[in-house]
């Protein structure tokens, strides 16, 4: 029997607030969350969330997936009690880097103290497994667990392995999500030494002005905004979900996955390889080109990405490039490396359910190499039926998820 | 360098250390179980890092094994001391 698979529920902890309904809002009216040349959860109090006990025990990338895995619960309606078998609900937590906040303490601990002075805490809460272990300690999930990696195209993987761990069976309800705590001075460093960090400089003025720091498509772009934060998709299958009174948000209809086997760094020529992520999510969909309307792009802001995105996006939909909205939250958000997948995945659906696609802010200067229609600076009321979200990462990596109205 | 090392003193420095674990003051007594106050074996291992800090006094994982109540791991530190 074919399995539908809807999404039921949705949490966020981003640069833009906590919680998923504040991203929105903040999106809406083209609001940067980017401060001081980084996109931090400046609103994030962990322990206005969690005990002290919780907080203490996991890194911040894993603080931030219990948080919003708690609201996306809610939302579905079943945090205090499970609606299933307990090993018939799973969870699927990527991130890119993993605790790296706490590996460097520990190593900082023992440079300074010794081997005998650190934590036992660090080695089960540095692993990048950490995150969807401790959420399904936290509500008895006893499904399939894991974390997926896969650089900056983390969170499309995390939520597309999850919706087809339900397809293939092996659960009725996964969580899918992305999370990522990465902003250390050894990141910014290593981002820097790439030369891969966007200027903190406004390009008409030449000021200091870090909200500016996040270009997208805007032909002065010159690199992306590190950040931080975490989304959490319920994904349920359909039938499921309606018997026990769920309320359906949207559909995951698409996947698709795919490698450069290029570089490490720079993107495959022309965007090759995120063509055929975009081609087999919509193969898997069963829909055409044309019946796509928006394009969350991963749209970092880098030269190279933004260029051969563009060219992708044009290869796979041909003539309907020029009718597609695609725009980069990650103007307001900052990349947010394994989390931003996920971040984004969130953004299609509420820009499905609400009609209101989010700016391409900071787009001042077009380039005339791309050319499609990048919603610049401020959202847009419009009729969205399917929306793609495009994630790719170091080492090649490409992820495309595809969301639909839900309509019974 | 090392605090001399007396039950009251040591009572003190397990007593202050919990809250930290997140366990709630009033809970604490020498007659509570680790168990019943939520204190498991990594939080056990980082107690004793507190106590070597503190007096110097290795616990070994097995004589940490052994102990069940807050009083168990107070005379435990008292009796390696002595």
Known sequence: MKRDIVVTGIGAVTPLGVGARTLYERWRAGASGIEDGVGACTDFDPTEHLSKKEARRADRFTQFAMVASDEALREAGWADELPYETGRVGCIIGTGIGGIGILLEGQKTLDERGPRRVSPFMLPHMLPDSASGQVAIQYGIRGPNMAVVSACATGGHAIGEAMETIVRGQADIMLGAGTEAPLVPLAFAGFGQMRALGTPIDPDTGEYNPAMASRPFDRTRNGFVVSEGSAVLVLEELQHALARGARPIAEVIGYGSSADAFDMAAPAERGEGNQRAMRAALARAGIGPQEVDYINAHGTSTPLNDRFETMAIREVFGEHADRLAVSSTKSMTGHAMGAAGAIEAYVCVKTITTGCIPPTINYRHPDPELTLDYVPNEARAAEVRVALSNSMGLGGHNSSVIFRRYED | ?82
Do not use: C
């Open chain 2, 1 to 82: 360098m090392a605090t001399t090392i007396t039950p009251e003193a040591v009572e003190k420095t397990v007593y202050d250390a919990l809250p930290q674990f997140g366990v709630e003051e009033s809970d604490i007594s020498r007659d509570a179980t680790f168990e019943q106050l939520d204190v498991d074996s990594l939080d056990l291992a980082e107690l004793s890092q507190i106590i070597e800090d503190e007096y110097g006094v290795q616990l070994k994982g097995d004589d940490v094994g052994k102990i069940k109540t807050v009083g168990d791991a107070i005379d435990l530190v008292v009796n390696r001391a002595g």
